[in-house]
């Protein structure tokens, strides 16, 4: 079974039903792979991401500061992509003259929100379903995609078998804590997704 496969029956994406499938299926990635995406909407979807991984480092940062070792251990490292991955946003937005100084969309601050205040207030194994639930959104979603064309390079982003290797190792880690708490968290962090990709279509 590849890796994409056990996450597709992972226990909390299998639980979430069609929030899992809508979570991960999007106007903009069929756009993608047909070549037809507008400019503007990938323009827009490149701010924006970069202002939702701004907001998903504070999560992070502040979820890995009240986790146990060895769970933190993978947070640290987490943190440690996230950083490289803002270095990332900021040379791809260099290139486009795009201006990362802008405001959050209100479909991008409403899931930050979410995540910052989960972060502070709801349990450890909790924050490790909404970790796993936002990375392994990304990497099954883009993961239907071939890594060529334009977007190659973004595609490859998120279906690396490095990236792939970190979304299975929280996914032991999620249910390695099990929590009832975590499927409703899950779920929310799918209808997130669903939002966000929404927003990037529809602006
Ligand atoms: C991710 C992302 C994955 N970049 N954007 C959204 C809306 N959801 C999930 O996070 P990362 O930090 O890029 O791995």
């Known amino acids: 079974m590849s890796l994409i496969e056990s996450f597709e029956r992972s226990r909390l994406a299998a639980g979430a039903g069609e929030l899992w499938r809508h979570g991960i299926s999007a106007s903009f990635l069929d756009a993608v792979g047909d070549g037809s995406l507008p400019a503007e909407a990938f323009h827009r979807w490149l701010v924006q991401d970069y202002l939702f991984v701004v907001g998903f480092t504070r999560f992070l940062a502040v979820a890995a500061s009240r986790t146990p070792r ?68 990304y990497t099954v979603a883009w993961g239907r995609l071939e890594p060529r064309g ?24 999620a249910d390695a804590h099990p929590h009832p708490g975590q499927q409703a968290a899950f779920d929310e962090v799918m209808r997130h997704e669903r939002e966000f990709w929404r927003m990037t279509w529809e602006g």
Do not use: K, N
């Open 70 to 137: 060895p769970a933190q251990s993978a947070m640290i490292g987490g943190l440690a992509a996230l950083d490289a991955e803002l270095g990332w946003f900021e040379g791809h937005a260099a290139a486009r003259g795009l201006d990362l100084d802008a405001e959050p969309h209100p479909t991008c601050r409403r899931y930050v929100d979410f995540l910052v205040a989960a972060a502070y207030t709801e349990p450890v194994e909790v924050l490790l379903a909404i970790l796993y639930g936002v990375e392994v959104a």
């Open 150 to 173: 334009p977007y190659a390079e973004f595609i490859e982003r998120w279906t690396s078998p490095e990236f792939q290797q970190y979304v299975a190792e929280l996914l032991r880690l």
